[in-house]
Structure formats: C-alpha cells, structure tokens
C-alpha cells in the first residue's frame, strides 16, 4: 500500500491486540481527537507517545477510512514544537473546517503546565490532513482571569445561533468543575463568553456525580429531535469515567450559549475501561457518531512487553429517546466486517470462538450466554432477563490492574418481551451493547489457558455471530 493512502492499522501479533479498531502499531495512545469528515474520507486523530507504551511526549497520531470499518494509519500529523507553547505535548482538541481550511484546534502545553493548557491552532497543508503547520502563536494563552482555573484544556468547536463557539473543560480551586465556553466566530480571535454548565447546577450533579474536581473534553452535540447532549470525562485527579446530560442551549442576554440541563443524564458509558469522548457531528449523513479511549487494565510489565497501550472503541451512533435518555447503537458500517458466513448457536454444545466477533443475541426469556472459560472452571458470561430490563456482564475470574473491582457489571434497559444484545469482541476489547439503551466497554485479558468458546443457556434464545474478516485484505 502507498504511503498516500498509509498502513493499515493494529498489526500486532499479540493474541490480545485489537486489529479493527483504531490505534497505532506500537506504542502510547489515548484520546480520540478532531474526528472529521473531508475528502471523501473520515479522519480520526489520537494521542500517541511515538516512543514508547507510556503518556508522555505526547504527539497526535492520525487514521482515515473509507467506511468506518477499515482504517490506514498515516503516522504522525502533530508533534511538539520546540520552545513553543506545545513543547511538551500537543493534548486533545478537534479538527473544523475554517473556510475551506481543514483546521485542528488543540491543547498545547509546556513544561509548567500545572494543568493548564494554551489553545493552538494548525492548519492542515494537503487535502489528506497529513502535512500540518502549527502556529507559533497560541490564540488563548490560558484560563480566564478571575475564576479561579486550575484544570483548563481540550477545547470542543460548535456552532450555535449562527456562530461558531467553543467548549474548554475546567476545574476550579474550590473543587468545582465546569465547562467554560467562547465566542471564536474569528478562529484567530477568541473572547471569553462565559460558564456554559458548572457542577453546582443540580441536573449536572445528578447526571455527572459529585467526585470529579473536573471536567474534560466535553463534547456537545445536537440530536435529529432537538435536543442537545453534553458529554465529558469526569477527572478527579486521576481519569474516573464518562457521563452525559441531555437538555436546551439557551442564549443569554449577552448572546452567549447556555446549557438548560434537562432530565436525562446517566454514565455514557458503564463499563471500567472508557474515557475521553470525542464527538463528529456528521452533517452529511445527519448523525452524530462518538468514539472514546479504553485504556489498558493490565499490569505495566505486560504492558511493556506488549509494547502497546490503548484503542479507540468502535464508533457510536448517538440519538436519545423521548426521555431524554441515550439511544446508543454501534455504526452499521461496522457490518462491513462480518463474515460472509455467520454462525449460529443454540443452548447445547460448546463453540470456539475467535479472536475477534460480532454476536447478536435475542432472548425472550432469561438466558446466559459464556464467551471464555478458565481452568478453575470460571466463566465470561452475559445474563440476559427480558422481565426486569437488565443484562449482567460477569468477568469477575479475569483480575484488573485498576483498583475498579470486578464485581459483575449490571445493565440497565427497558423490561419487555424480547432483549436483544449486541457484543463486539476484538482482541482484549469487548463492547456490551444493551439493547439500545446502554453500553459497557471492557478489557478482557485472555490467558494462555482460556478457552474461548460460545455456550448458550436458556429456553427461548437466539444466538448469531460472525468472525471478523481481516480489516484491509490484500
């Protein structure tokens, strides 16, 4: 493959490596960045240590696909600049189109950064984004006066009542964290324009939590019903997890945006290994598709050996319901990668699996499906009960490095007749999609004496999977 189009991505021959998704060959990576429609294609950047499986020196890696489903990675399209206000990273940010001029918008820090971030701007220099210039000049050079910042970075472009403004995620002195947001209808001229949400809005605090002294990389989106999403990372001095709350953007008197938070607000995502949302609001396909970090949950010293950390999850249809809750389904897209062949299962018999599949599982009574077994006889299972609207994930015989516990993992959905679940499964990633309701992102390590094989329990259930065909045959 030339290296205009790139390589394809993940190739690795570790049994635990992710080959479909998003993430370099090797190395560090963690935050989706500047997801972006241009050319024909769909770009996707990421945080990414060149150098080694660590977070530091952090650079923005960038990937591009067709379809969604099959990605090359072309390398490095940021990187710190000497002496400049990124010398020490080039941090999470978005990529817009400033008139014609695909443009990222991203976090420079350098070495006394202290948690704050300057605002940087780079200015792609070919239509495949992967020739950047950075400018020497950031256009904020820090938090604004008088509030206090002490978490102030990942900056998020919008438009909203005819103008372009932006989203920063912050923390201030007092432990509350907020979403501060500016007029940057000029890219080159931003103006402070106030706080968007803050964490002592109450429907914040119900939806987000009371723990996180911060807020990172929010993202806003409009759903194709009206409503708005606002999506962030939770830090409380270390990454905790992700939430949303649904809502209104209202203009203030000085026509400025703020966030009406509204009823619906729970974690974005249940599971223990997801963080770093990053939204593409997809115009042209009139949908809003999100992906995020899942982090490694095993201990460094595999993780050295590896000589890999990170992927991006399989990206995301977002829509809400009448409630004002989350109506998350995985990208249809992600059909490409199928098997021409499914395979089906019925309660009996044991079937091996591969490394990576698509399974689809209906039940309309309770069932179990068992997707990997230890020696001790433990299992990986997902507990499907239609009656009460939940889905059960139990991992509890696979250890963490993270201090999360592994008790198991309960999902809630909508009671009814039929459950459905879908379970992305690719490499050490397993994304749990409940019904369309709610999802979990995990990491699942197998051992060298796991056997991975499907079994399928209960008496009104249908089971139907297909392997994942290679990303990019030859």
């Known amino acids: 493959m030339s290296s205009a189009a790139g390589s394809p991505v993940s190739r690795s021959t570790d049994a635990n490596s992710p080959r479909f998704r998003v993430r370099p060959p090797a190395n560090w990576m963690n935050d989706p960045n500047g997801p972006f429609r241009w050319g024909g294609r769909y770009h996707l950047f990421y945080q990414h240590n060149p150098d080694a499986p660590v977070h530091t020196n952090v650079h923005w890696g960038h990937a591009s696909s067709p379809d969604l489903a099959?990605?090359?990675?072309?390398?490095?399209?940021?990187?710190?600049?000497?002496?400049?206000?990124?010398?020490?990273?080039?941090?999470?940010?978005c990529v817009v189109d400033d008139g014609g001029v695909?443009?990222?918008?991203?976090?420079?820090?350098?070495?006394?950064?202290?948690?704050?971030?300057?605002?940087?701007?780079?200015?792609?220099?070919?239509?495949?984004?992967?020739?950047?210039?950075?400018?020497?000049?950031?256009?904020?050079?820090?938090?604004?006066?008088?509030?206090d910042v002490t978490m102030f970075r990942d900056p998020f472009v919008f438009r909203f009542a005819g103008r372009r403004w932006a989203l920063m995620g912050a923390g201030h002195a007092d432990g509350t964290p907020s979403v501060l947001v500016y007029d940057c209808e000029d890219l080159y001229d931003w103006r402070f324009a106030g706080v968007l949400l803050d964490g002592r809005d109450p429907a914040a605090a119900r939806a987000f939590g009371k723990r996180a002294i911060g807020w990172e990389c929010p993202q806003l989106w409009a759903t194709p019903g009206g409503d708005w999403v606002l999506a962030v990372a939770l830090w409380d001095g270390d990454p905790l997890s992700t939430a949303y709350v649904t809502g209104r953007l209202v203009e203030r008197a000085d026509g400025g945006p703020r966030f009406a938070a509204g009823t619906g607000g729970a974690?974005?995502?249940?599971?223990?290994?997801f963080y770093a949302p990053s939204v593409l609001q997809d115009t042209q396909a009139g949908r809003a598709l999100l992906w995020g970090w899942s982090w490694e949950s095993r201990p460094p010293k595999e993780v050295d050996r590896a000589g890999w950390s990170g992927v991006l999850t399989a990206p995301r249809v977002m829509d809400t319901h009448e409630d004002g809750t989350l109506r998350v389904v995985p990208a249809p897209e992600l059909e490409l990668l199928r098997a021409a062949v499914p395979f089906t299962a019925a309660p009996g018999p044991h079937r091996p699996l591969p490394l990576a599949y698509d399974l689809l599982v209906t039940a309309r009574s309770a069932a179990t499906v068992s997707l990997l077994r230890a020696t001790s006889g433990a299992e990986l299972t997902v507990r499907l009960d239609p009656a009460s609207g939940t889905v059960t994930l139990d991992r509890t015989a696979?250890?963490?490095?993270?201090?999360?516990?592994?008790?198991?993992?309960?999902?809630?959905?909508?009671?009814?007749?039929?459950?459905?679940?879908?379970?992305?499964?690719?490499g050490s990633l397993l994304e749990l999609f409940a019904g369309d309701r709610a999802t979990a992102t995990e990491r699942v390590y197998r051992r060298g004496d796991d056997i991975a094989e499907l079994t399928v329990t209960g008496t009104d259930v249908e089971v139907t999977g297909w392997e994942l065909v290679p990303p990019n045959p030859a």
């Open 70 to 93: 099959h990605w090359d990675d072309h390398g490095i399209a940021l990187r710190p600049t000497p002496d400049g206000p990124d010398e020490a990273g080039c941090w999470s940010g």
């Open 102 to 147: 695909p443009t990222a918008v991203y976090s420079g820090i350098d070495h006394d950064h202290q948690g704050l971030s300057a605002i940087c701007l780079a200015v792609t220099e070919d239509d495949g984004l992967q020739k950047w210039k950075q400018l020497p000049v950031p256009v904020v050079a820090g938090p604004p006066p008088g509030l």
């Open 267 to 273: 974690p974005l995502d249940h599971g223990r290994d």
């Open 398 to 426: 696979w250890p963490r490095s993270r201090p999360d516990g592994t008790a198991p993992l309960v999902l809630p959905t909508s009671p009814g007749e039929t459950l459905t679940v879908r379970i992305l499964v690719d």
